[in-house]
């Protein structure tokens, strides 16, 4: 990867970009809860990313980007599952089952498995010590959140150690794909990867069944709109400005949308789908964020 060229974009992309970060992304957990209310969720989001990825796959290469080549679409495709079918797909999965608050928040933790994996890798780099308390504080953070012995027997341990290994697998994948053999064009490489992902997350779905008890009558305007802006906001937009911030500024200051996601998605589910937020809940997200925000610190120091 180059080194970012901050000087060469302006301002005010820079904030738009990370309001799209920042509050689509934010969004998309309450906007999965009310799309799989009458959609079938792995096809749902199967769909979702196919869908994307085809106009962004087209739209790239109608500008003239060459065609990936056969290392291209195999890296990029297994990044697209490790990323979208592994990750995302199971936080559609486990939204039948938790609140979008508590998938918002276990997923956060990214950037924890993120520094593990990229300082356990061969020729890894150790970091920081803000960073290693960034970890320590975050699995602190965790720990409180799940912790099975304060639930009253109303916790899905199975389900929120799901969202723990979909978190695993999208920090696997992106540290991955910082030295995987991508097509130069990162938007290229976006869109094969909502493709491999989508596609994936489509199989899956129909391997499971979920085309048997899909009923198109009883589809509701709420889950159609829902599909609609996670298709467009959630995947194409969102996405495809998160791959521009990776270029225009440094990839710490990126990673802060992993503790603004949570926020955003606590603050809707409770005003817009009557989720809880208990005192214990409110606790661990400040803990667990600030945990995110000393690695943060940590990383641009570095």
């Known amino acids: 990867m180059h080194a970012p060229a901050h000087?060469?974009?302006?301002?005010?992309?820079?904030?738009?970009?990370?309001?799209?970060?920042?509050?689509?992304?934010?969004?998309?957990?309450?906007?999965?809860?009310?799309?799989?209310?009458t959609l079938p969720p792995l096809l749902m989001i199967g769909s979702r990313f196919l869908i994307a990825g085809l106009i962004l796959y087209a739209a790239v290469r109608a500008r003239g980007v060459p065609a990936p080549s056969r290392a291209?679409?195999?890296?990029?495709?297994?990044?697209?599952?490790m990323l979208l079918a592994c990750g995302t797909g199971v936080v559609v999965w486990a939204e039948e089952r938790v609140a979008s608050g508590i998938a918002a928040l276990l997923v956060s933790v990214v950037p924890l498995w993120m520094v593990l994996i990229d300082w356990l890798r061969p020729r890894g780099r150790k970091p920081s010590a803000w960073v290693m308390?960034?970890?320590?504080?975050?699995?602190?953070?965790l720990w409180i959140l799940a912790d099975p012995l304060a639930s009253g027997g109303n916790r899905n341990l199975f389900v929120e150690a799901m969202l723990m290994l979909a978190a695993l697998s999208w920090a696997a994948g992106s540290v991955y794909s910082k030295h995987a053999p991508l097509p130069e064009s990162k938007f290229l490489a976006t869109a094969i990867e909502m493709l491999a992902g989508?596609?994936?997350?489509?199989?899956?779905?129909?391997?499971?069944?979920?085309?048997?008890?899909?009923?198109?009558?009883?589809?509701?305007?709420?889950?159609a709109l829902s599909l609609l802006y996670l298709s467009v906001f959630g995947s194409l937009v969102a996405f495809s400005a998160y791959v521009w911030l990776l270029h225009?500024?440094?990839?710490?200051?990126?990673?802060?949308?992993?503790?603004?996601?949570?926020?955003?998605?606590?603050?809707?589910?409770?005003?817009?789908?009557?989720?809880?937020?208990?005192?214990?809940?409110?606790?661990?997200?400040?803990?667990?964020?600030?945990?995110?925000?000393?690695?943060?610190?940590g990383g641009i120091e570095d």
């Open 133 to 141: 308390a960034g970890v320590v504080v975050g699995l602190a953070g």
């Open 198 to 223: 989508g596609t994936a997350l489509v199989l899956v779905g129909l391997a499971a069944g979920e085309l048997g008890h899909f009923h198109f009558a009883a589809v509701s305007t709420r889950s």
């Open 72 to 81: 291209n679409w195999l890296s990029a495709s297994l990044i697209g599952v």
């Open 7 to 37: 000087h060469l974009a302006p301002r005010p992309r820079i904030i738009f970009a990370f309001a799209a970060v920042y509050i689509i992304w934010g969004s998309t957990y309450l906007a999965i809860r009310f799309a799989i209310e």
């Open 248 to 297: 225009a500024v440094s990839p710490a200051l990126v990673s802060t949308y992993a503790f603004v996601n949570p926020i955003v998605a606590v603050f809707l589910g409770w005003a817009f789908a009557s989720e809880p937020v208990t005192a214990r809940t409110a606790v661990a997200a400040a803990i667990i964020i600030g945990g995110v925000a000393l690695i943060t610190i």
